[in-house]
């Protein structure tokens, strides 16, 4: 068989057709319905599936992380970049993927921006320029980017000498559009002593990635992995507030990477056994837990092959072992007893829905816990095991993918307003421009809200002390 993209999808297909795990469990997805349904139709015509319908197959994966094999999100990702290796990426993508890109360019005359976004001529000319669908408002730039205000406190510069120190890696979305949730992640980590540096950094990946521009990814993640590891090494701790930056840097950059022969030099592997860590068994403070398997087990030579291999698997590995997501941070904070807990009381009703990319580290609902402990909140976790909101971050712009979030993201929507919240809080800032495209309800990021909640009752968030 050819190895092309669509052969690629193939093999997807019918290795989840010989599964059917999916069959009933992914119904929120769009993908596994459709590709049951185009398997169930060749099984009864007998008439192949076509290459076209295999290419959009691919095009209906948003990569949340939900379904049970991490094969299939691969496969898919493989494809894509294939089509792309074979047909290049259309300029318009190619712009939507840079989203710091766009958010320097729109923020250097962010009013203007704003304007045409808004009006209804010049914004229906850019969404068919760009290919972003004509019910999906632009997004609204703040005066200022995240990293301006972080250059004034002089948080661009590493404080020396200091206990909990934490590199802060912000997130596209964050920077760029909401930057009021990263100014409250760093009021958080003061007020409880944490000492916070911001260096220069680029996009996690993630959106070129899901577009299968390859060369871009790893563009990224070069930049970002230097600097990250060396930091890492001096005792610094890498916090994002950004789950789907945390999914990146910690399960998808070191995938393959634990099989390198440098790593397996390092831990003790030899010519009978490899040496990985097991998710399985609880970390030590000396580091993961560690389990060896006979290499005869693999179907090959085990070796790092995947997408990020010709990254340096040490440097991927020390990022990942690394990286934190904020919520994950400030938890351990409090279970050193140096998280301050002078919350004033909040007297609201929330609904709080943990995103696909954070479900998928495996850390818990860290915020859970620490917004009940704020006075006066009253919280509703949404806690369907598939439930997404089917945004994707630019995925959820596009023209050809719209419909398809919106579907993908309904079943959520129901869930949150049966419970009829006065907010939605949410870790993601995709999940937030999709729950303000669908519903009509205000919505916070978590840090947003202890924030708020330092300064006591009713405190609004231009008002604190800390911002």
Known sequence: MTDTPENTIREVVEMCADCESCRDMMETCRLFPELYRLWDREQETGSPIPEADLRRLADLCNYCGLCSCPDVREKVIAAKTGVVEREGLPPALRLM??????????????????????????????????????????????????????????????????????????????????????????????KSGAAVWVPDQVCCGMPSLLEGDREKTLEFARKNLGPLARAAAEGWRIVTACPTCGYMLKEVLPAGAWLSPAYQERVGGDDQYVVIPDQHAAATSEGPAFRKVRRDMFKGEPMDEGYFS????IQRITVSENILDLGEYLMGFSRQGLLNTDFGPLRIHAAYYPPCHLREQNIGRPYLDLL??????????????????????????????????????????????????????TDCLSCRLQFEHMANYPVYHPIEVLNEAYGGEGCAFEKNLFC
């Open 310 to 313: 010709p990254l340096d698997p």
């Open 97 to 190: 993927e840079d989203v710091a890109g766009v958010g320097r360019i729109c923020g250097v005359l962010p009013r203007l921006s704003n304007f045409l976004g808004r009006h209804p001529t010049f914004s229906r000319w850019i969404k068919r320029a760009v290919g972003i669908h004509e019910a999906r408002a632009l997004p609204t730039f703040p005066d200022a980017a995240f990293f301006s205000w972080a250059g004034r406190k002089g948080l661009n510069r590493p404080q020396v000498g200091r206990d909990n120190r934490v590199l802060f890696f912000v997130g596209c979305t964050g920077a760029y559009l909401f930057p009021q949730v990263p100014r409250a992640a760093v009021a958080v980590l003061e």
């Open 372 to 425: 009940r402990r704020v006075p006066g909140i009253q919280l509703h976790s949404i806690e369907g095991v598939y439930d997404c909101c089917g945004m994707a971050g630019i995925m959820g712009f596009k023209k050809t993918f719209h419909d398809t979030a919106m579907a993908m993201g309904r079943p959520l929507m129901d869930k949150i307003e049966a419970v009829h919240p006065e907010r939605i809080i």
